[in-house]
């Protein structure tokens, strides 16, 4: 769906199995037929009215049904645990296709790298790849086997041309290795935790390689500290309010009343930045909006992904008026 527009239709669970530790493999049934390009997501209705986004791991030939990976989250906000009470038969709301990463055909090589539970990203882009004939490596990058997602039928699949970095193992990625090793023409598209694209657009900057051929999308949002509870203000709107551990900034502050300006929900395109006045800890940026530079001066911040931590004691962030 080139042009994006939201159509929602029902579904019903057709299937549900283990993909790995943690991982739901769920396969919906859809009441119409739309295309499932790589690089396509749907949008989710969970139990509590609130939206959830899933990449499209397969769709069926007809258009009527998708393969989704669901991890369960344990800072879950309650979308990953809504996924994985679902049952064979069960109905829910759902979008068709939309698209945000999507991959161009015909160049002349293809690096594609997936951290962890990305792989539902990069699965398709891999299969049509191959189906295609283009010459790519598929980089998948994991903390040990027993949780890395359709890691069989990958293999299987694309044989050699698959690179397996497993932590446990002693094989974990080198991320200057292969950034050093792509080719000057080469696009580059990953799909992973947050650290993971930060640790790869540096070494991707410092090569000078070509913006426009470095192409991701996050999952995880996974930061440098662990997702504490802290306070936020914003003394312009007289608004005081906690963020769970489990809540995203952005949340927390629109259900004070602030009126926030979001879309992706992911760190990737900057409108719920938000300014920075005073941080009673650090600021833990889990964005890939935001330069290096400006992550050091950590006066803005991404609010759907973004917190404040402090090690010992209670974090605070003041906010200027959205």
Not at 69 to 85: I, K, N
Not at 172 to 178: E, F, I
Not at 209 to 219: A, D, H, K, M, Q
């Amino acid at each position: 769906m080139a042009d994006n527009k939201v159509i929602w239709q029902r579904g019903r669970v057709a299937g549900v199995e283990r993909a790995a530790d943690g991982i739901a493999k769920i396969l919906i049934a859809t009441e119409q037929s739309h295309r499932a390009a790589p690089g396509t997501h749907v949008d989710v209705r969970i139990d509590s009215g609130d939206v959830r986004s899933y990449s499209i791991v397969s769709a069926g030939p007809d258009g009527h049904s998708v393969t989704l990976g669901v991890h369960l989250s344990p800072t879950s906000r309650g979308g990953s645990r809504y996924m994985h009470t679902l049952r064979p038969g069960d109905e829910i709301e759902l979008t068709a296709p939309l698209q945000n990463f999507p991959l161009r055909i015909g160049a002349s090589r293809y690096v594609l790298l997936a951290g962890g539970i990305g792989i539902t990203a990069m699965a398709a882009m891999a299969a049509v790849l191959r189906r295609l004939g283009a010459d790519y490596t598929f980089v998948y990058v994991g903390r040990s086997r027993n949780v890395m997602a359709f890691l069989p039928e990958l293999t299987a699949l694309h044989g050699d041309r698959l690179e397996v970095r497993v932590d446990d193992e002693g094989t974990g990625l080198d991320v200057q290795a292969l950034v050093e090793g792509a080719e000057v023409d080469a696009e580059f598209y990953m799909c992973g935790p947050i650290r993971l694209m930060d640790a790869v657009r540096r070494v991707w900057t410092q090569r000078g390689l070509p913006l426009p051929n470095l192409r991701y999308e996050t999952f995880g949002n996974s930061g440098w500290f662990q997702a504490e509870e802290f306070t936020v203000r914003v003394p312009g709107l007289g608004i005081e309010t906690v963020v769970g551990p489990g809540d995203s900034l952005l949340d927390a502050l629109e259900k004070a009343g602030a009126d926030m300006m979001f879309d992706c929900r992911k760190g990737e395109c900057g409108l719920c930045q938000v300014e920075v006045v005073d941080a009673d800890g650090t600021v833990d940026h889990r964005d890939v909006f935001f330069s290096e530079q400006e992550k050091r001066r950590s006066n803005k911040l991404c609010a759907c992904v973004s917190r404040v931590a402090r090690s010992g004691g209670y974090a605070t962030l003041t906010l200027g008026v959205p």
